[in-house]
């Protein structure tokens, strides 16, 4: 599944990420279109076109649109993965192989030199962690490392999924 997350949730786009969920955020469309904000049916049309799933807050554009958009209603980030987890059946265990970059979404590669990422990370990330991985998007290049940040989140999603 591809989604497409409107403006109003970026949280939930930086976690579908990191998840390995192919997630465009809705601000990201906005030089795409030369418009700010891009407007409903402008994201509408992207999503069709690209075979994504909108996820919005916003009722007017699911209520219009209810065969390709997931409203999510109430408030957290564990509250709309719970839901996402529930009624469509998204699988939130973490697989670093298969997370996508939470700033650009391009896939991410294993580093095979640790010393070619050490001027991106903190000294204590480098001397701490062995395996880390990187955006492949040159213009991005920002690096990921399985560190205590994730198995707290995996905690926390542990809890709301039970």
């Not at 930086?14 to 969920?21: E, M, T």
């Not at 049916?41 to 699911?62: Q, S, W």
Request: proline residues 2%.
């Amino acid at each position: 599944m591809k989604f497409l997350v409107d403006a109003m949730l970026g949280k939930l786009t930086r976690f579908l990420r990191i998840f390995g969920y192919d997630t465009i955020y809705a601000n990201e469309l906005i030089d795409y279109f030369k418009i700010d904000p891009v407007p409903d049916e402008k994201l509408v049309d992207f999503a069709n076109k690209n075979n994504r799933i909108i996820i919005t807050k916003d009722y007017p554009l699911y209520n219009q649109n209810k065969d390709n958009v997931i409203f999510l209603s109430g408030e957290g980030i564990y509250n709309y993965l719970h839901y996402l987890n529930k009624e469509i059946g998204l699988n939130f265990k973490f697989n670093i192989k298969k997370a996508r970059c939470s700033v650009c979404n391009s896939p991410l590669k294993r580093v095979v030199s640790k010393s070619s990422i050490k001027d991106y990370v903190l000294q204590d990330t480098y001397n701490n962690y062995n395996e880390f991985y990187q955006c492949s998007n040159l213009q991005c290049k920002k690096v990921y490392w399985q560190g205590s940040h994730i198995e707290d989140i995996e905690e926390k999603l542990d809890r709301f999924l039970e």
